[in-house]
Nanobody, 122 residues
Framework: QVQLVESGGGSVQPGGSLRLSCVASGPTFSNLAMAWFRQGPGKEREFVLT????????YYSDSVKGRFTSSRDNAKNTMYLDMNNLKPEDTAVYYCAAGQYATTRRDRYAYWGQGTQVTVSS
């Protein structure tokens, strides 16, 4: 069983930056595909990015490409999401997810965090 806990959300003005963290429990973090999804007000949960296990290759959604970057520290069982040049449309609850394969499909991730709110507003 893997437990995920996100942190780092908050309120920021347009153009600002935030760093989210996702800490995973369990000994198999380095073998997991890790992903971020988000759910804006009145919207379905959408894919943000996914990182493959071992190689750490990252695939980004078009909406965040060039502004968001992700990294992982296997020694700390932690994945990070650095968000730059934030826009009001980035406002959402951000969820960390883990699974066997890196995919854009949310139903392929077996483990989810509780989410952390990001609000971008002037």
């Amino acid at each position: 069983q893997v437990q995920l806990v996100e942190s780092g959300g908050g309120s920021v003005q347009p153009g600002g930056s935030l760093r989210l963290s996702c800490v995973a429990s369990g000994p198999t973090f380095s073998n997991l595909a890790m992903a971020w999804f988000r759910q804006g007000p009145g919207k379905e949960r959408e894919f943000v990015l996914t990182m493959t296990p071992l190689t750490d290759s990252t695939y980004y959604s078009d909406s965040v490409k060039g502004r968001f970057t992700s990294s992982r520290d296997n020694a700390k069982n932690t994945m990070y999401l650095d968000m730059n040049n934030l826009k009001p449309e980035d406002t959402a609850v951000y969820y960390c997810a883990a699974g066997q394969y890196a995919t854009t499909r949310r139903d392929r991730y077996a483990y989810w965090g509780q989410g952390t709110q990001v609000t971008v507003s002037s």
